[in-house]
């Protein structure tokens, strides 16, 4: 009797929390499984929250030269030619008008915003409490952030969690634009409608691979209509409870190779 076939024919993950350990450095073991699983037939596509530029490097790093999806599905980009296939960028009125009405209730938000392109720079208006080590512009005037095409901004409130802030924001301005968290401290308005399912699909049709053929890993409630859309989706140990709520399966953490203990259990069913 043949061995079975590998069960699906496309992996899709998230970067931080999930393909990402701590350091930002993908294990040796988890770098085999993901090439085991292409040797089989599959193929590995990342998608993140993390516009291009913040990106790039990883994927260089990896040796990746396939197609991601980026900025929240915002963009899906050619790692090997470095070049974006599409691009979804963000109203600015919508977005200026639902920022208002935010802060209105909620008071002054700090402020961030990415911009569209290969090499759209990460803007930060003034208290806004940025990640260390990754490649930014800073503001003394927010009123630049409006200057040129958006993919998304990002809001913080000194006195609000992410999740009470996604919550509110949500009911004010939900009929305008989508709030997501994508991670501690990250909340982000994206144009009405554009999830990381709307990316991945996307990339998947010109990878000729369906939805029912999909397999897809990720931590935060940014990852659940990813996981809505695949075929199969696995949260790591240290996933936001929303997302360990919807998922198929949960396995070990980012720090102990969660991706690889799946791939490897596919692998040795085949």
Same mark, same amino acid.
């Given at each position: 009797?043949s061995?079975?076939?590998?069960?699906?024919k496309?992996v899709?993950?998230?970067?931080?929390?999930t393909l990402l350990r701590?350091d930002?450095?993908?294990?040796?073991?988890t770098?085999?499984?993901?090439?085991a699983?292409?040797?089989a037939?599959?193929?590995?596509?990342?998608?993140?929250g993390r516009?291009v530029?913040?990106?790039?490097?990883v994927l260089d790093d990896?040796g990746?030269?396939g197609?991601?999806?980026?900025?929240?599905g915002?963009?899906v980009?050619?790692?090997g030619?470095? @070049?974006? #296939?599409?691009?979804?960028?963000? =109203?600015r009125?919508? *977005? $200026?008008?639902?920022?208002s009405? !935010?802060?209105?209730?909620?008071?002054?938000?700090?402020?961030?915003?990415?911009?569209?392109?290969?090499?759209g720079e990460?803007?930060?208006?003034?208290?806004?409490?940025?990640?260390?080590g990754?490649?930014?512009l800073?503001?003394e005037?927010t009123?630049q952030?409006?200057?040129?095409?958006?993919?998304k901004l990002y809001i913080?409130?000194?006195g609000?969690?992410?999740?009470?802030?996604?919550k509110v924001? @949500?009911? #004010?301005?939900?009929?305008?634009? =989508?709030?997501?968290m *994508? $991670?501690?401290?990250?909340?982000? !308005?994206?144009p009405l409608?554009?999830?990381?399912?709307?990316?991945?699909?996307?990339?998947?049709r010109?990878?000729?691979?369906?939805?029912a053929?999909?397999?897809a890993f990720?931590?935060?409630p940014?990852d659940?209509?990813?996981?809505?859309?695949?075929?199969?989706?696995?949260a790591?140990?240290n996933?936001?409870?929303?997302?360990?709520?919807?998922a198929?399966?949960?396995t070990?953490?980012?720090q102990e190779?969660?991706?690889?203990?799946?791939?490897?259990r596919?692998?040795g *069913?085949?």
């Amino acid at each position: 009797m043949s061995p079975a076939p590998f069960p699906y024919k496309l992996v899709a993950t998230d970067l931080d929390g999930t393909l990402l350990r701590d350091d930002d450095t993908v294990s040796e073991r988890t770098r085999e499984a993901l090439a085991a699983a292409t040797a089989a037939g599959a193929a590995h596509i990342v998608v993140t929250g993390r516009a291009v530029p913040w990106t790039r490097h990883v994927l260089d790093d990896l040796g990746y030269r396939g197609i991601a999806v980026c900025g929240q599905g915002a963009q899906v980009y050619d790692a090997g030619a470095h @070049r974006l #296939l599409t691009s979804v960028t963000l =109203d600015r009125q919508l *977005a $200026g008008l639902a920022l208002s009405k !935010i802060e209105a209730e909620v008071g002054p938000l700090a402020l961030a915003a990415s911009r569209d392109g290969v090499d759209g720079e990460v803007l930060f208006g003034p208290g806004y409490q940025v990640q260390e080590g990754l490649p930014a512009l800073y503001l003394e005037d927010t009123a630049q952030v409006w200057t040129a095409p958006l993919n998304k901004l990002y809001i913080q409130h000194p006195g609000m969690g992410e999740d009470e802030l996604v919550k509110v924001a @949500r009911q #004010l301005v939900g009929n305008l634009v =989508d709030i997501v968290m *994508a $991670g501690p401290g990250i909340v982000e !308005i994206l144009p009405l409608g554009l999830s990381k399912a709307t990316g991945l699909s996307l990339a998947a049709r010109r990878l000729k691979v369906k939805a029912a053929e999909t397999i897809a890993f990720g931590d935060m409630p940014n990852d659940i209509p990813m996981f809505g859309w695949a075929a199969h989706g696995v949260a790591m140990a240290n996933a936001h409870a929303e997302l360990k709520a919807v998922a198929d399966e949960v396995t070990t953490s980012n720090q102990e190779d969660g991706i690889a203990v799946v791939l490897e259990r596919l692998l040795g *069913a085949m």
